[in-house]
Every structure is written in structure tokens, then in C-alpha cells.
């Protein structure tokens, strides 16, 4: 299903994936010829994670959790369950799921992610994929207690060359690494 971007340098392409198993993504020119063949593997998911979306891209979330995370106090988190498989590997795809929480604000615009609020004191959110529902607790964290912060990057996921997206995470006193930190980048 080819779908034209803003700009005719840039073309991106969608499809649902019926079953598991290999299958070849082929990049071909108007003209029908082909520039790129690349062998993908389908699967299904073995359980989900919850991810964390930094852009504005939220085909799949960014980061993507193997432990429970801890989000800074008052901050505004864009977050998506991650579909994973048996090693704890994120798979990539878009999936429908609906989403309920305690003791956060959580706001579902429908594009593959939700707008979380965080507040103050420990909370869960929940995200029901195909009937069954994902709970995943969160810790939070208050400005005072963050010692540290540091610039995370994350390859760039719309595979461009030399490009990371940049993070920043707080530590705290034991080293607990604290998310929604939204700093002001500096330029140059």
C-alpha cells in the first residue's frame, strides 16, 4: 500500500502481516526497478514491554523497557506498549489497544501511543491488546532526588545515516535512571 510523504524524495510503504514466517521487503524506482531487497521475519510476540516514544513518529516507541521504569514527578511522557519476543527483543509493528490507568493522567489520541501526565507517587497503566491486558508499574522520582543527568542516543529508527535522536536521563543516588526529563536543547 504505497503512500506518498510530504515531499517526492520520500515514499514510505504499509502492510499487515498475516503470518509468521520470512517474507522479502523489495525498494524499487517508479520505473519498476529494484534498488534494495531486504528478508524480514515476522513473529508473533511473545508478551509486551512498555516503550517510550521520543518523536513525533510513534511507529514504535523508542525506548523500551526490561525493567520497571521510574518517570520524573509532573513531567509528560508519550509511552506505547512494545510487542517482544522470548529474548526480550523488541518486534516492530503497529497494533490496536486501548488503555486504562490508576493514579495518572493518560490521554489516547489514537496514533499508536498515549500522553501520560505523571504526578507524584508510584502508578500503573494498563494496555488491553487483542482482549488480554499488559499492567505495567511505574516508579516516580522528584527533582531533589536526581544527582545526575546524562544524553542518552538512540539510533535514529527511520534508519538514516549518522543520525541519533538524543535523550536525557536522570540518575538518582543509587543510579535508578529517571525518564521525562524534557530538557532545552542548546544549538551548534
Excluded at 511473545?46 to 518517570?71: H, I, N, R, S, W
Excluded at 509511552?79 to 489516547?108: C, K, M, R, W, Y
Excluded at 508510584?122 to 546524562?150: L, N, Q, Y
Amino acid at each position: 500500500d504505497l503512500m506518498w510523504g510530504g515531499n517526492s524524495s520520500y515514499t514510505y510503504t504499509s502492510t499487515t502481516v498475516d503470518e509468521p514466517g520470512d517474507f522479502d521487503l523489495v525498494v524499487k524506482t517508479g520505473r519498476g526497478k529494484e534498488l534494495e531487497r531486504l528478508t524480514l521475519t515476522a513473529a508473533e510476540p511473545d508478551d509486551y514491554a512498555l516503550g517510550v516514544v521520543l518523536d513525533d513518529c510513534p511507529e514504535f516507541p523508542d525506548l523500551v523497557f526490561k525493567e520497571q521504569p521510574t518517570m520524573l514527578e509532573d513531567s509528560w511522557v508519550m509511552v506505547a506498549p512494545a510487542p517482544i519476543d522470548a529474548n526480550g527483543d523488541q518486534l516492530v509493528g503497529h497494533f490496536d489497544f486501548t488503555t486504562t490507568s490508576t493514579g495518572v493522567d493518560v490521554e489516547d489520541w489514537g496514533g499508536g501511543y498515549v500522553d501520560m501526565t505523571v504526578g507524584s507517587g508510584d502508578f500503573s497503566v494498563s494496555f488491553t491488546i487483542d482482549g488480554e491486558a499488559h499492567d505495567f508499574a511505574i516508579k516516580t522520582a522528584s527533582i531533589e532526588e536526581i544527582v545526575s543527568i546524562e544524553i542518552a542516543d538512540i539510533p535514529e529508527k527511520h534508519g538514516m545515516t549518522n543520525e541519533s535522536l538524543l535523550c536525557a536521563v536522570g540518575r538518582t543516588a543509587d543510579g535508578t535512571p529517571v525518564h521525562g526529563i524534557s530538557p532545552e536543547w542548546s544549538t551548534g
